[in-house]
T-cell receptor
Framework: DQQVKQNSPSLSVQEGRISILNCDYT??????FLWYKKYPAEGPTFLIS?????DKNEDGRFTVFLNKSAKHLSLHIVPSQPGDSAVYFC???????????FGKGTLLTVNP | DVKVTQSSRYLVKRTGEKVFLECVQD?????MFWYRQDPGLGLRLIYF???????EKGDIPEGYSVSREKKERFSLILESASTNQTSMYLC??????????????FGPGTRLTVL
């Protein structure tokens, strides 16, 4: 039972354009959501997070949107740069524990 | 900055060997986690620990055990390595101060190959 789903295994965009990565979840107990970026042969690095009491959080070129009613969140990267090419993981947390549930990831390729 | 280090970046072992993967964090975090990452499967939680000498099973604990004797160190043990344990192993840590501090910080990973 996959509680966090990233339905697009890959995404390709042109440099300078917007990248939109999507994530859906099924567990209503999730109340904190995170995006991680991972380069090959490296550990994931934290990008941005959002609490369920918000619907938007912005940090520089990265914005995360949360639609609780649809159980959907998205990561927007504007403008996209070739260095953004990586696998992006959506993760969620909820209840009284500190466990993260990860999606399977989306490979973003930004073409120069 | 949070620093999570793992004892090896690359490791090659033979089937049946006992394998130790070590993880150290320098931020006095209460929580530590071990994941494995496989293509198409994302990150899957093996074991985690909320405190020294505490451990809890994650989603795929079979074939693994863990040890946490000191707060900063969390070890993953493969009692008898098998080829299906060839994977990238990732350690992470987080604090327990509330949601805004629950972010997990990851080490660089250990690429383990079992022959």
């Amino acid at each position: 039972d996959q509680q966090v789903k990233q339905n697009s295994p890959s995404l390709s965009v042109q440099e300078g354009r917007i990248s939109i990565l999507n994530c859906d979840y099924t567990n209503s107990m999730f109340d904190y959501f995170l995006w991680y970026k991972k380069y090959p042969a490296e550990g994931p690095t934290f990008l941005i997070s959002i609490s369920s009491i918000k619907d938007k959080n912005e940090d520089g070129r990265f914005t995360v949107f949360l639609n609780k009613s649809a159980k959907h969140l998205s990561l927007h990267i504007v403008p996209s740069q070739p260095g953004d090419s990586a696998v992006y993981f959506c993760a969620a947390m909820g209840g009284s524990n500190y466990k993260l549930t990860f999606g399977k990831g989306t490979l973003l390729t930004v073409n120069p | 900055d949070v620093k999570v280090t793992q004892s090896s970046r690359y490791l090659v072992k033979r089937t049946g060997e006992k394998v130790f993967l070590e993880c150290v964090q320098d931020m006095d975090h209460e929580n530590m986690f071990w994941y494995r990452q496989d293509p198409g499967l994302g990150l899957r939680l093996i074991y985690f620990s909320y405190d020294v000498k505490m451990k809890e099973k994650g989603d795929i604990p079979e074939g693994y055990s863990v040890s946490r004797e000191k707060k900063e160190r969390f070890s993953l043990i493969l009692e008898s390595a098998s080829t299906n344990q060839t994977s990238m192993y990732l350690c992470a840590s987080s604090s327990s101060g509330g949601r805004s501090t629950d972010t997990q910080y990851f080490g660089p990973g250990t690429r383990l190959t079992v022959l």
